[in-house]
């Protein structure tokens, strides 16, 4: 059965330290991995897709088929990352995991 | 930002009351997922339709349903209301139903049961 494990609820990182969110997930085949990005009084969005292997916000994120896992990662955390971060995963249904509150501290 | 308009925005009932929340999808969409996200618990995901068909279902009890008309527009209803369905419910829709694709999220209904 599909799922997507976030092991962590809540992260505080200092501005400008590296941050890395974990996502774990379980598929036997191959998957579409997405995270998602929800800000205070925003709608839940896109972040990025592994398919497309880009940076976004200085974000990236690299499918581990090894260890089954998509982490999220940041060099220098901005206050502005502060938000709400899913991890999900599409076959094509979408699972997505419980989510890890960032907040970034001054 | 693109997404999709859910209505109501709040809705407040009482136990045992039913409850209707609407999602038109985004132009040209045909998919449309339904979320609860209730505080601590994430996103559980409890409907997805596409093309006017349901494809699958959370783990919620019956008296959570729903479906998609012909112009894709689709409806949450939830029957005899319980106090722990108080949460916000999410609707996305996608572009490509049997394939990958991004999802456009509403803000969402709240709904409070009284």
């Known amino acids: 059965a599909q799922r997507v494990t976030q092991p962590e609820k809540l992260l505080s990182v200092f501005k400008g330290a590296p941050v890395e969110l974990k996502c774990n997930y379980s598929?036997?085949?191959?998957?579409?991995l997405f995270w998602y990005v929800q800000y205070s009084r925003q709608r839940l969005q896109l972040l990025l897709r592994?398919?497309s292997r880009e940076s976004i916000k200085g974000f990236t994120a690299d499918l581990n088929k090894g260890e089954t896992s998509f982490h999220l990662k940041k060099p220098f955390a901005q206050e502005e990352d502060s938000a709400m971060y899913y991890c999900a995963l599409s076959n094509p249904q979408f699972y997505f995991g419980t989510g890890t509150s960032l907040t970034v501290i001054p | 930002e693109a997404g999709v308009t859910q209505s109501p925005t709040h809705l407040i009932k009482t136990r045992g009351q039913q409850a209707t929340l609407r999602c038109p999808p985004i132009?040209?969409?045909?998919?449309v997922y339904w979320y609860q996200q209730a505080l601590g618990l994430g996103l559980q995901f409890l409907l997805w339709y596409d093309e006017g068909e349901e494809r699958n279902r959370g783990n919620f009890p019956p008296r959570f349903s729903g479906r998609q008309f012909p112009n894709y527009s689709s409806e949450l209803n939830v029957n005899a209301l319980e106090l722990e369905d108080s949460a916000l419910y999410l609707c996305?829709?996608?572009?490509?139903?049997?394939?990958?694709?991004?999802?456009?999220f509403g803000e969402g209904s709240r709904l409070t049961v009284l």
């Open positions: 132009s040209g969409h045909t998919s």
């Open positions: 592994h398919i």
């Open positions: 996305a829709s996608s572009l490509i139903g049997r394939n990958t694709g991004e999802l456009f």
């Open positions: 598929y036997s085949g191959s998957p579409e």
